[in-house]
């Protein structure tokens, strides 16, 4: 019966999602579209930003008029509401409010999450299903073997969408360093982005997962065939990646594919802001050699004179096993490395698993690679991410300033240090 059951939600979401293909496909230029960079700036820092995951949450959502959904790692957005204001739980309690505003005035809100579990609970997401929200859980180690669900992205009227590094979690918003995309009236590209939303749903329901996600789930946009946008009046190029390969349906570009060919065609500048950085798993056990992105990053240094500066956290929760990779890629010719420390905040006690830079992109003179995943092995072969990755001069320069603008500050220092 289960296994029916399976079958008929697979079958409904299929005929829906190749009926909207249908109107989509004609078109791929969004005439009234615009792309921004979304960051939180941890309270304290001294950095400046454009505009706030917050406020393009927001937006997101305020504006909604027929559905939201959304693909999460887990969400606890009003934990921060018991603490004193001053830690900014505030802005968490904002954006849960705004969810349930949406759902009182008929927006349909689908949320799907990685299996809640006693460190990452899902409280918040039970409070929203009470009040009428879709909720879907997904065992991905059932389904994979192994990894999470480590996506973020909001996706709302199939035509706006947010994709980064923040989860849906007040310290994200507040007490964390993050950055990602917030993209409005595109409905070609976001149409690509529900795609993915719509796999991770329907493989909530599902037993196992499908040899081949068949033609429904195909992707518009890939790294050969970009989707060919108008934006803030510009011309853009730009593709979603998917990882890990079970994901990755027809026509579709693998995350690590497309964060191999950035550093490849690459000519002159690689810049990279990610949390974790490994050539190795860091959760698999036991722990393997995986030099696919290392390879990559020493190849251009070494072949092509490339200059490479890699910004790494260092904070409480840093594995051990990060800084020899670091001291090694350091030693190279046209490679330079530095750890990034978001100081401890003003008032204590200070909030567990916060004051890090939780970012995870990549900019060349090329391109601009933002995703959700740290890197390391485990993350590309059996995580759940997304990428964006956006061929556009004028944005490209934008997120290497916001690069520039991190290296140039305070809270660098030298990857000798530790």
């Known amino acids: 019966m289960k296994v029916l059951y399976t079958c008929i939600l697979l079958i409904i979401s299929l005929f829906s999602v190749s009926s909207f293909k249908i109107d989509i496909d004609s078109s791929n230029n969004c005439q009234d579209g615009t792309i921004q960079i979304a960051e939180s700036i941890p309270l304290g820092l001294n950095l400046q930003t454009n505009l706030t995951t917050h406020d393009a949450w927001m937006q997101l959502i ?156 195909t992707a518009l946009f890939n790294q050969t065939n970009m989707a060919s946008l108008l934006l803030n009046n510009q011309q853009y190029q730009m593709f979603l990646a998917v990882s890990p390969p079970q994901f990755v349906s027809d026509d579709r570009t693998g995350d690590i594919d497309a964060l191999v060919a950035a550093m490849n065609a690459a000519n002159s500048s690689i810049c990279i802001s990610v949390m974790d950085y490994t050539p190795a798993s860091l959760y698999n056990r036991p722990n393997t050699f995986w030099p696919v992105m290392d390879n990559a990053i020493r190849a251009a240094a070494f072949n092509r004179n490339v200059k490479v500066r890699m910004l790494i956290s260092h904070w409480n929760q840093t594995n051990s096993r990060i800084p020899q990779w670091l001291h090694s890629l350091d030693q190279v010719s046209n490679i330079d490395v530095r750890w990034f420390v978001v100081p401890d905040f003003s008032v204590n006690p200070q909030v567990p698993y916060t004051r890090v830079n939780h970012a995870k992109y990549m900019v060349t003179e090329n391109q601009s690679y933002i995703g959700t995943s740290n890197w390391s092995e485990d993350y590309y072969t059996n995580t759940g991410g997304l990428s964006y990755n956006i061929f556009n001069t004028q944005f490209t320069s934008q997120l290497q300033s916001i690069f520039d603008r991190d290296w140039n500050s305070p809270y660098t220092f030298p990857i000798t240090q530790w």
């Open 62 to 217: 305020t504006n909604a008029k027929k559905s939201i959904d959304m693909g999460i790692f887990y969400m606890t957005l009003t934990d921060g509401g018991q603490l004193n204001p001053v830690y900014g739980g505030q802005l968490g309690m904002d954006i849960f409010k705004a969810l349930a505003e949406a759902n009182s005035r008929g927006v349909q809100i689908r949320i799907v999450q990685n299996q809640p579990s006693k460190s990452m609970p899902d409280n918040d997401t039970q409070a929203l299903a009470q009040m009428g929200v879709q909720v879907r859980s997904i065992n991905w180690p059932n389904l994979v073997g192994a990894g999470i669900l480590h996506t973020k992205v909001i996706v709302v009227d199939q035509s706006s969408a947010y994709l980064g590094s923040a989860n849906l979690d007040w310290r994200s918003l507040a007490q964390v360093k993050e950055l990602g995309v917030f993209l409005q009236n595109c409905p070609s590209m976001v149409y690509d982005t529900e795609t993915a939303f719509e796999q991770y749903w329907e493989a909530a329901a599902m037993s196992q997962l499908p040899n081949n996600w068949g033609s429904s789930f």
